[in-house]
Structure formats: structure tokens, C-alpha cells
């Protein structure tokens, strides 16, 4: 359960959260005197995780023709993103403060046309005691920026948006799948 703006409560997505003390709902990264804290994962136990992401860039018909025709100035963007949602996604740790530094096993970054755009994916794995939807929804999000930064002379127009954790297998949690609507 959350709480909302108005104190009324309302049902997370997952159905799930970290616990409840005193009516309100205790987070995991925020210690009983209120202060941020890293979440101690030692006594969990390591499983097999893996999370799936996706988002989204749209721009111009320019600037969606120059990449498809491969005649971006800076480069293939699409290899870039590709390469720097992988880099981001084992830099998670350094990026935001409170995630664990991982072990990964596998980033994959798919980029998928679409009418005024393109879809990012990424899915990453491993093998430990707390899992990676930061590690995909990071990957995700430097991929965007990634685009945008290498096709931004023709189209400073570009929209990143709807970056959101898709799937996620593993871990005490277990299975989750994003439910539109």
C-alpha cells in the first residue's frame, strides 16, 4: 500500500511494498530515524535475476530519415546508444548512490523503428542477491540521451519518455510483468 497526496491509501502496481510501521509505509533505502541507507542484501540469497525495460525517442521526419539513411554527421547513433546502454547499465552503481555494484552477466539493448522513433529495450542479467531494474531502466535512459546528443544539430525537438521496467524474474519478489492500463 501507498499513501497518496490526500493520506488516503491506495494499492502499489505490485501489490507490494517493504512493510509498515506506525501507518505509514516503511521504504527499504530509509532507516527507522528517517535517514537514506543501503539496503544490506548479505543474508539474501543469490539467484538467477533478470529485468526488462523499455523506452521510448521521437523525433522528426528529418532527423529519423538522416538515421535510417546512416548519414547522421556524428555517426551511427543507433550503434552508439547500443553500446552506451550497455556501459551505463554496468555503471548503475556509480550513477545512483543507494544500487549495489553487480556482477552482469548479459545487457542486450535492442533499438526498434517505429512511425516517429524508435523503441529501446533492454534486458540484463545476473547471478546475485538483489536484482537489476536499475541496471535496465539506466541502460534504457543513457541509450535515449545517447540518440539525442548525436542527432540534436537537426532536431532539438526529440522527446525520451515512457521508460518503465517491463519484466522482472528472480529473487525474493519473484516474477513481474508490467500491466498496461
Not at 42 to 53: D, N, P, Y
Not at 118 to 145: C, D, F, H, W
Request: net charge positive; with cysteine; hydrophobic share 40%.
Amino acid at each position: 500500500m501507498l499513501a497518496s497526496k490526500s493520506g488516503k491509501v491506495e494499492k502499489e502496481r505490485s501489490g507490494k511494498v517493504s512493510g509498515k510501521v506506525s501507518g505509514k509505509v516503511k521504504l527499504s533505502h530509509v532507516d527507522e530515524r528517517g535517514r537514506v541507507k543501503m539496503v544490506d542484501v548479505g543474508a539474501k540469497a543469490v539467484t538467477a535475476r533478470e529485468a526488462v525495460a523499455r523506452g521510448s525517442i521521437t523525433m522528426s521526419a528529418e532527423a529519423l530519415q538522416l538515421i535510417r539513411r546512416g548519414d547522421v554527421a556524428k555517426g551511427d547513433p543507433l550503434q552508439a546508444a547500443r553500446l552506451a546502454g550497455i556501459l551505463a547499465a554496468k555503471q548503475t552503481s556509480s550513477l545512483i548512490p543507494l544500487c549495489h555494484p553487480l556482477p552482469l552477466t548479459h545487457v542486450g539493448i535492442d533499438l526498434t523503428p517505429s512511425k516517429n522513433g524508435y523503441v529501446i529495450e533492454a534486458r540484463v542479467r545476473t547471478t546475485a542477491q538483489t536484482g537489476v531494474e536499475m541496471e535496465a531502466l539506466t541502460a534504457v535512459s543513457i541509450a535515449a540521451l545517447t540518440i539525442y546528443d548525436m542527432v540534436k544539430a537537426v532536431d532539438k525537438e526529440m522527446v525520451i519518455g515512457e521508460i518503465r521496467l517491463m519484466e522482472k524474474s528472480g529473487g525474493k519478489s519473484g516474477h513481474y510483468k508490467w500491466k498496461s492500463g
